[in-house]
């Protein structure tokens, strides 16, 4: 897989982390309106992120500044030394959205 291959995936997958993130920020919303969201971060300190919130967009947003700083990468060392950093984000980001969604169903 080329490295346009590969930043092509990660972007699809962003760009779905990112559709997921607003219906899980719209339903983090309505559970704190009603007094049910009481929670100050999404992800604890053992976590790669190092954005900080109860939103999961924020999280969105550092995604999108990692795949920014792997496609400005200026050699393969680089790339391949950030790469798995950005795909282990990717993964606990769909893990956690999924958990949250199996969570709201109760």
């Given amino acids: 897989m080329t490295h346009e291959q ?7 997958n962003i760009q779905l982390i990112y559709r997921q993130s607003v219906d899980a920020d719209q339903s983090i919303e309505a559970l704190k309106e009603q007094d049910k969201a009481n929670f100050i971060a999404i992800f ?5 992120f190092t954005t900080r919130s109860a ?7 550092e995604l999108a500044a990692d795949l920014l700083a792997l496609q400005q990468s200026n050699s393969n060392e680089e ?19 999924q958990n949250f969604k199996q969570g709201l169903r109760g």
């Fill in 6 to 12: 590969i930043l092509n995936s990660l972007k699809e």
């Fill in 44 to 48: 604890g300190d053992n976590t790669p």
């Fill in 55 to 61: 939103r999961f967009l924020v999280h969105v947003e």
């Fill in 79 to 97: 790339f391949e030394r950030d790469l798995p950093r950005l795909v282990k984000k990717i993964e606990l980001m769909f893990k956690t959205l």
